[in-house]
């Protein structure tokens, strides 16, 4: 058995929110997988589409801090980890990045999605903005955990893939892969004018 977590802040609308749900609805529909859906807060946006997975609300959070006063909450996913046991952890966005930056993974193998490019990942010289530091702080504990779990990363356009080879180490160059955003056709096809008609559509993100 093949078993699976993927892990995002929460539910709330967007495209990375709607995706994870596809992703798991179609795994749980595989013989020999069980995926489990992780968020940090019950905010959820597609009650309609989330029955029929295995949801998980567990509260966590990590803030780093310059100064060392850091607050940090894993206690409670970290102990699921090691009772689910999942041979894979799929994060979806950064402050899911940061939390899974400090479990402990268990041997399971590790999968990070650009749904977008992380600006805090961006190469920084000399940070001259606050930010800008507080953000090359948080890119080395990054940096630090995936040279810890041998991460993976799934990007979802060309643009994505070239970010990501580009403010990746280069020892992750063959670990960074394409992967388009799947549609799931079903959900268009119009059962009047049949599958063999012509679909139109027009997309709009933010």
Known sequence: MLKVIHIIPNLKKGGAERLVINICKNLKKRPNISVSLVTFSDDNDYKDLTDEINWEVIPSHFIPSISGKYSKNIKKLQKYIFEFKPNIIHSHLWESEMVCSQLDYNGAKSFTHFHDNFLQLKKRIFPL???????????????????????????????????ANNVLPKKFKNSIKLLHNAINLEEFINTKRGVSSKIKLINIGS
């Open 129 to 163: 903005q606050k930010k800008e530091l507080v953000n090359l702080y948080e890119r080395n504990i990054i940096i630090g955990s995936y040279s810890r779990k041998n991460s993976n990363f799934i990007c979802i356009s060309a643009n994505n893939f070239s970010y």
